[in-house]
């Protein structure tokens, strides 16, 4: 009865913030509303026992947040100037019908499904003693749909690339953040004996613990390189912000050494499964466990690095040299 | 039933300090006050319902757990409150140092 009380709430506010974001006059707002829709979703994920889903939710909302709150604080209030005019009653009345049937369609499949609903469940839940592992949404990740993973990662350092390539040419191979008026004091003026320096000193401990156990519980439990990597990208941010230490040169060898290890060291575990087990990305059932393992913390500083840099945008001509 | 009566008075009361905080965060005219009301629902409120959380955990790892949850709150709400009460100043625009005399007009946000 509770249980169902919570879950109404939950949905409800869910919904609410869905609709807010949508309907809000400014993007401030549908941003701060999209938000809290996000920390929802993951109260959600976590309410239907889907740990893994709530803590990926609960990263990837942080994360793009970020990203959202810069390219809003960016954009001119008001419309661009070139933009198409907004569209009329007619276009919004075709588009809001449209919406909608495809809700209504969506729910009616959802309604009619088989009861019990086709499951993969058993089967994944099945493989996973060969693997080694216990937790069933590390062995899809990087056990029964690798490729999928590996494809992921190789999609970030591309989309890593198209955020560099929006950096003037005289700042190309620069510093991220290079440009900003606060650029290697902390940030906004935050004084150096401040708050913001004692949360980037204290607070990384903490979290490049929490990071790490995030990526070794990972196998067992709810957990994984991605979690652990927003984790440990969230302190370099910190400790960046508070001008303890300098984001990395684009243009260095090594951070693009240490962005391309942990994919590279991947696909060789891949291209190994074609001499020690037949295909590419299959692991020897002796040794499955170890190769996760290792892909998981091969992939993790990689990640991390990313994550971090995709926050902190294109290279920045340093100040006084434009 | 000494452990329930405790959770259900304290988080009761920590209910109270959020229930206040938000009215506090929607009803104040300005970004101090909001601030106000909002770190005493962070601080006050989530310690109460931390508090009563306590009186039911089994386990010693499980209370510090929850100790440890409330602690990186207070952490990051301080820090967090004092970074936005610095930019929403007039007196000193960002990246003006907080040791600048305040007298003159305030320069063009960064």
Known sequence: MTGALLDLLLAGAALGAAAWSVAAADDRRALLAFLGYGLLLALAWTRLGAVDVALTEAAIGALSAVLLLGAVARLPAGPAPGAPPPPGPVRRAVAGILCATVSLALMAAILLLPSPAPSLARPAAEGLPALGLGNPVTAVLIGYRALDTLLEKVVLLLALVGVWSLAPDAAWGGRPWAGRPWAGRPWHGAAPDGSLVLLARLLPPIGILLGIHLVWVGAEAPGGTFQGGTVLAAMLLLAAMAGLVELPRTGSRGLRWLLAAGPAVFFAVGLAGYALAGSFLAYPETVAKPLILLIEFALTPSLAVLLALLLAGPAEPPRGAR | ?110
């Open chain 2, 1 to 110: 039933m000494l452990r329930d009566t405790v959770t259900l008075l304290a988080v009761s009361a920590g209910l109270g300090f959020f229930l206040a905080g938000t009215l506090g965060l929607i009803r104040f005219p300005d970004t101090p006050t909001r601030l106000h009301a909002l770190t005493k629902a962070d601080n006050l409120g989530l310690g109460l319902v931390v508090l009563g959380l306590l009186a039911q955990a089994a386990e010693a790892t499980t209370a510090l757990k929850l100790l440890l949850a409330w602690g990186l709150a207070l952490l990051a709400g301080t820090t967090g409150s004092q970074l936005l009460a610095r930019l929403a100043r007039p007196a000193h625009p960002a990246g003006a140092h907080p040791a600048a005399p305040p007298a003159g007009p305030p320069g063009p946000a960064a």
